[in-house]
């Protein structure tokens, strides 16, 4: 089931939870379709961006320590793949799928959180 | 955070250490949503005791299970955590007692680690350190019906070998795996040869340690269905909000007129306790003390018990379903406009139980501003202890009619109270987080459990706390305060008999300070209660009950009836909203003192509310009455 990461010895924090790495499904969407302009740098791609159903990498924080900490003891560890749920009315704050769990965060705490390898989901059910 | 995650080896006690831990104690503990206290439930049924850990607010439940016979070990059910980095206050008393450097609780002997099976990669990251404590431990995988239902597998003997610990599945909201705890505890359950572990401090190592250990012994269930298909519904755009309100108006509907006949039968059994009293005992003091002091006071509070356990076992059910961590979600952003966040929300919805129990609550609120400010506006929710003044005060000025289906006008009246008390809470926030409480705004982070059935042990266990409580107060402070009232109410004696109620001490008290409370609409007789409910708001409705009860024949019915020929409607309407703000409650007072470590907080505290319900109740009093009168 995980057997492509076993055989390519990943470092032990890059726990891939099965969800996006096997499924064939998902496309990789340029970056650019998110930022929303061509302009050079672009800014990191972070969590709050991510529309529901979308999926994606968590790649880092930005974040004082403290909070990234609490952030990957529920999940969210470089390398999880976490994807945009259901959120209060008016979009903030939304809900998370991560590592078998979801987590509810604020736009805010969201924006820290970096991204690498977004995918377009599964449509929104 | 690497340099941490240095190898040392452990030692693990001896599988042969676990049958002497009888009559010793026992932690259970697990990260939050676990369903660790169901277990714990399930474990010592009625033999449980809830009490505060020495210095901190962190709640501690102990109980003892029994083994065979004579034996058994206490247990401890220790607060749910996600690691043992000590940040929060219930990480460091979880980590002081397995630790043992908690005074007055002994190192625990044997550690029952609860897990969530069908989520079972991450919570093993918990394990780890867990483990490396050295202390014999028994990892109950929960939820199991949960993980068969939903297609998940596990294998418990090649994770148990994987992790040098025992493993069981269990249910234990079903009483499903219970025997095996047993079996450990008595050291009969076989258990594999520990491993060396390495202590692991970072969240990226544990991770990947509870993924070896899972490996391919664990087949994750399928997504939780039920909990996709009701948030569609609990977290929709327009349906979300709207459930959430329908929630709120029928929650204060059934309180109100749910509990009536409950109420009415607890009314009579008093009424019926109290007159056969009145026949039995010999004519003289002892029978006066009694039947007006004890029963009329007492009395009068007891009446309410139905109204609070219905609005516990409402609170109960919302959040042992899962459902108050959405309202959590829907309501931040309102939270967030007066300064607060949806952890907030919350204790304050506990308040409206109780403010004791919420402002203890706050604790899981990390970010200092925030709970001070949840703290300091907690006692404005509308509690329970205003419940019996509510109700009195309602029943006896507003007709009961038919409103909006399915309000009626005494149930809006109600909630109407109840959203003054928000309101004033909301502001007060505001003031505070823009004045001495400014801070930058903190991140909220919650993470949201499956919806699950609430099982009837853990809501049963709940009431029967909370009724207990209750009936402590009213046979403690209550009581006393009725006690005192009726003698200071007897005294001095002129001639050998009582004096008038408004020539004795408790009169001449009230009288002192009728012209203060005057231009609120409030005679002498509202002024005892507000005196004595300095103590507990709900006293007020036991002390109107002594006086009015010295004062004529009537029988316990005609409360409502004197109240309307002694207050006028804006006197009425003035002490409901009185009693609104005011922060009678002399428990809130010293818990405050003991959260916030020191008086300068319930001082500030106490003088904003009852400088606030003195000067709306003023205003309602003219309002109502220039209202009334044109």
């Not at chain 2, 340690?209 to 009701?230: C, D, E, H, I």
């Not at chain 2, 509510?390 to 009961?400: G, S």
């Amino acid at each position: 089931m995980r057997g492509r990461n076993e055989e390519s010895h990943p470092p032990p924090w890059m726990v891939r939870p099965p969800v996006l790495t096997e499924r064939g499904h998902g496309k990789i969407l340029k970056l650019m379709q998110l930022s929303g302009n061509n302009g050079d740098p672009r800014p990191p791609v972070t969590l709050c961006q991510l529309r529901r159903g979308q999926e994606a990498v968590v790649d880092g924080f930005d974040l004082p320590e403290e909070v990234a900490r609490r952030l990957m003891e529920l999940g969210f560890l470089p390398g999880s793949a976490v994807r945009a749920g259901r959120s209060a009315p008016g979009g903030d704050p939304r809900v998370f799928e991560v590592d078998g769990s979801e987590v509810a965060l604020r736009r805010e705490t969201a924006a820290g959180i970096r991204l690498r390898e977004l995918r377009a989901g599964r449509t929104a059910g | 955070m690497e340099k941490e995650g240095t190898c040392h080896t452990l030692a693990v006690a001896s599988a042969g250490g676990v049958a002497s831990i009888a009559d010793h104690t026992v932690a259970i503990i697990g990260p939050p949503n676990s369903g660790k206290s169901t277990l714990f439930n399930r474990l010592t049924g009625l033999r449980q005791k809830v009490a505060n850990y020495p210095g901190v607010t962190v709640e501690q439940r102990r109980g003892k299970m029994q083994l065979t016979g004579m034996r058994h070990v206490e247990l401890i059910d220790l607060p749910g955590v996600y690691s043992l980095q000590a940040r929060s206050e219930d990480e460091r008393v979880t980590r002081d007692v397995l630790m043992g450097n908690m005074p007055g609780t002994p190192r625990p002997k044997a550690i029952v680690l609860v897990l969530d099976s069908t989520n079972l990669g991450r919570h093993l990251m918990l394990a780890a350190p867990i483990l490396a404590l050295g202390i014999p431990t028994l990892v109950v995988l929960n939820m199991s019906d949960e993980l068969g239902r939903r297609g998940g597998e596990i294998d418990t003997a090649d994770i148990a070998k994987r992790m040098g610990a025992p493993v069981v599945l269990a249910s234990a909201a079903r009483g499903e795996g219970v025997e095996p705890v047993r079996e450990f505890l008595m050291g009969t359950l076989a258990v594999p040869a520990p491993l060396e572990l390495p202590v692991l401090n970072n969240p990226p190592a544990c991770r990947a340690w509870a993924a070896q250990v899972s490996g391919r012994a664990y087949r994750p269930p399928a997504p939780p269905q039920w909990t996709k298909r009701l948030d569609a519904v609990f977290l929709h755009p327009l349906a979300g909000p709207l459930i959430f309100a329908a929630v709120v108006i029928a929650v204060f509907q059934t309180i109100f007129a749910g509990a009536v006949p409950m109420m009415d039968w607890v009314e009579a059994q008093v009424t019926a306790s109290g007159k056969w009293l009145g026949v039995v005992l010999p004519a003289g003091v002892l029978r006066d003390l009694l039947v007006e002091g004890v029963w009329g006071g007492v009395g009068s509070v007891v009446v309410f018990l139905p109204q609070i356990l219905l609005l516990f076992l409402f609170i109960g059910v919302l959040e042992d379903s899962g459902y108050l961590a959405r309202a959590a979600v829907i309501a931040d952003r309102t939270m967030a406009k007066v300064g607060l966040q949806g952890k907030s929300f919350i204790p304050l919805l506990s308040a409206y139980a109780c403010a004791v129990p919420a402002i203890l609550a706050t604790r899981t609120i990390e970010n200092k501003r925030d709970r001070m400010a949840t703290i300091l506006i907690a006692p404005f929710m509308t509690c329970s202890a205003r419940l019996p003044v509510y109700t009195l005060v309602i029943a006896a000025f507003i007709p009961e009619r038919p409103l909006m289906w399915p309000l009626g006008t005494r149930a809006a009246a109600l909630l109407g109270l109840y959203l003054l008390g928000f309101l004033a809470a909301v502001i007060t926030a505001r003031l505070l987080k823009s004045s001495i409480l400014k801070g930058e705004r903190t991140p909220f982070v919650m993470e949201m459990p499956p919806y699950r059935w609430p099982t009837a042990q853990s809501l049963g266990l709940r009431l029967l706390d909370r009724s207990k409580v209750f009936l402590r107060r009213a046979g403690t402070v209550i009581l006393a305060v009725a006690i005192g009232l009726w003698i200071m109410a007897h005294l001095p004696l002129a001639g050998g008999k009582a004096p008038e109620i408004g020539d004795s001490v408790a009169g001449t008290i009230g009288r002192t300070i009728e012209p203060v409370i005057e231009p609120l609409g409030f005679n002498w007789k509202i002024g005892i209660g507000l005196i004595t409910s300095l103590a507990a708001r709900e006293v007020i409705v036991g002390t109107l009950g002594t006086i009015y009860g010295i004062e004529s024949e009537e029988d316990a019915g005609g409360l409502q009836q004197a109240l309307r020929q002694d207050l006028t409607p804006g006197g009425a309407v003035a002490l409901l909203v009185f009693f609104a703000f005011a922060m009678q409650c002399m428990s809130t007072v010293a818990v405050v003192r003991r959260e916030t470590g020191g008086w300068s907080w319930p001082a500030i505290q106490f003088g904003y509310m009852t400088a606030l319900a003195y000067g709306c109740a003023l205003a309602a009093n003219y309002l109502v009455t220039a209202w009334l009168g044109a």
